[in-house]
């Protein structure tokens, strides 16, 4: 599923050209995503297009998108999201700090959502632990 | 991302703005070639399809949305039009499934929560949320006919009406010291937010009163079963079928109980009713006041323009003030609002010996009164046995637990006793 895709940086093989998008900046600071496990494993982390590889996508951007992982920048916009999508109520929270080995990260769509586009070895999961009684 | 349904059913639809987003939007307005505008809510996504609440919405009712004056919830449980549970496949050749769902089915499994409200602005939209306090409930009245708006005196008699209810309801489980209080309203669709105490033990009540009403043919004897205050439903029938309004009454934001019966069927079942009931009293218009001096004074006062306060009358709180007003109210000498009408300024102009034979003559023809006489078969008060008011109550008056009952009982076997003797002609 992954190759290597140039010399200086590797991404997963299904991101198409552009991804992550130029503005897009190197990955930092304490991110909050919600999560299956704990403590957390790689596959919380999987992008919108490795949990759904099923999914069509109607442009181009939308794809760009989904090759990326929905994380959010504040406690309680993550909270927020998680109690109104019936889907997302028996989630966990985890918390962490993104470093820039990880990959790349831009803030899309509000505020705090920031789409992170991680490299083929990332591992954001030993960065994060789910905050417990939240 | 491909989110929008593969079907004719909702036209071509576009998203016209995202409120939120999460891997995708996921809470979104969509709008048809037609105009037709649809609040899209995202519930579950399994391997192959996403699964939506779709809500039709007027374009007003969309602009009190944006604005935050409706909560988000409002859109799907109490709807302009249908509202379907669509499943879009994420294989774009196959055909979304789409059903429409009834607001009973609505689950809080399915449905954002009751405190969402959306704030949205020209770029990026949020929602955010006004939390709720417990025995919330709202009482919702539409109209009948389609989008027409019921009048403002429809949603205050009904409202009245309903609260009257409610208190005969908690009146039955005993819990009669709390009242329902209106805390605010919705714009534009008469959502009444109320502080209805003891909502856990009073809703399965109020839902047996509604289904009764909009499914049986003869709604007596079934209510009658259940113990509820015939004269309080009875009421609340009148006033919906002047109104020409449907009413839901709910803990906020649950679909629970609809009074949703035709016009037709609602006045053959009010006929029956008052056919069936009219030897029952409601425990409304039973008094519990037992010095009469305190009810002449009540009336004395209001004749001069006074207000009534626990000391004015020698008592100590203002619940026992609310029953002496209703006694005087119940014996025709001050009006409904509790202001002195021409009989009380008759009557305060009366001597002692005058005013205790008319409030003799007026308790007679009191609805309690009058109902006790003929379930004692007697055609003046000094006929009637004093001690039988307690089984008159227990009998009579189902909506009173005998606790209750035995209480009011005192105070018709005090007027009894006391008026008997000036009932002369």
């Known amino acids: 599923m992954y190759r290597m895709n140039n010399v200086v940086a590797e991404w997963p093989d299904f991101y198409p050209d552009n991804t992550p998008p130029q503005e897009a900046t190197p990955t930092n600071g304490q991110s909050f995503r919600l999560v299956d496990s704990n403590p957390p494993t790689r596959d919380d982390f999987r992008s919108t297009i490795e949990e759904t590889p099923h999914r069509n996508f109607r442009d181009e951007m939308t794809k760009i998108c989904a090759c990326g992982t929905s994380q959010f920048g504040k406690l309680e916009d993550i909270q927020k999201k998680r109690k109104l999508f019936p889907k997302l109520r028996n989630k966990l929270i985890a918390e962490g700090q993104l470093e820039p080995a990880h990959g790349k990260m831009l803030n899309t769509f509000e505020p705090s959502h920031h789409t992170v586009w991680y490299r083929l070895t990332a591992q954001p999961q030993f960065n994060f632990s789910v905050l417990e009684n939240i | ?425």
Request: hydrophobic fraction near 40%; include cysteine; aromatic fraction near 10%.
């Open chain 2, 1 to 425: 991302m491909s989110v929008l349904p593969n079907s004719p059913y909702f036209g071509n639809l576009e998203i016209s703005h995202i409120y939120e987003y999460y891997d995708g939007p996921r809470l979104f307005h969509a709008v048809n070639g037609a105009g037709n505008s649809y609040i899209v809510f995202w519930i579950d996504t399994d391997d192959v399809s996403d699964i939506w609440l779709y809500s039709s919405i007027r374009q007003e009712r969309l602009v009190l949305l944006n604005d935050s004056k409706i909560k988000l919830r409002d859109v799907y449980v109490y709807p302009d039009d249908l509202v379907f549970q669509v499943r879009t496949f994420f294989d774009l050749d196959r055909i979304t499934e789409i059903q429409a769902l009834s607001p009973n089915t609505l689950s809080d499994e399915i449905l954002p929560p009751g405190d969402f409200f959306i704030e949205k602005s020209e770029n990026l939209s949020d929602t955010f949320v006004v939390p709720s306090t417990e025995n919330v409930s709202e009482l919702y009245i539409r109209s009948m006919k389609g989008r027409k708006k019921p009048s403002l005196s429809a949603v205050a008699k009904v409202s009245d009406a309903f609260s009257l209810l409610y208190k005969s309801v908690m009146k039955q489980l005993d819990l009669n010291h709390k009242v329902i209080v209106p805390l605010d309203a919705r714009t534009g669709s008469f959502i009444l937010r109320l502080n209805s105490p003891n909502i856990k033990e009073c809703m399965p009540l109020v839902t047996d009163i509604f289904k009764i009403l909009n499914q049986e043919e003869n709604p007596f004897p079934a209510l009658q079963q259940i113990g509820a205050d015939i004269g309080a439903v009875e009421n609340l029938l009148e006033e919906v079928i002047d109104g020409k309004v449907k009413v839901q009454f709910s803990k906020e934001g649950v679909f629970e109980a609809e009074l949703n019966i035709a016009q037709e069927k609602a006045v053959s079942s009010l006929a029956l009713l008052k056919e069936q009931s009219s030897s029952i009293i409601s425990s409304s218009l039973v008094p519990q006041a037992n010095d009469l001096s305190k009810v002449f004074k009540v009336v004395e006062l209001k004749s001069k323009g006074e207000f009534i306060t626990p000391n004015s009358i020698d008592l100590t709180t203002d619940r026992q003030v609310a029953y002496y007003l209703h006694a005087a109210r119940s014996l025709g000498l001050l009006s409904k609002n509790n202001s002195i009408n021409s009989v009380g300024y008759q009557f305060v102009e009366l001597d002692e010996k005058q005013k205790m034979n008319i409030a003799a003559i007026r308790f007679e023809s009191s609805d309690c009164g009058w109902a006790w006489l003929k379930w004692s078969n007697k055609s003046t008060l000094a006929e009637l046995d004093p001690d039988s008011a307690t089984d008159f109550l227990i009998e009579q008056c189902p909506s009173l637990s005998k606790d209750t009952a035995e209480r009011r009982a005192k105070t018709l076997k005090k007027w009894q006793k006391d008026l008997a003797e000036f009932r002369f002609s």
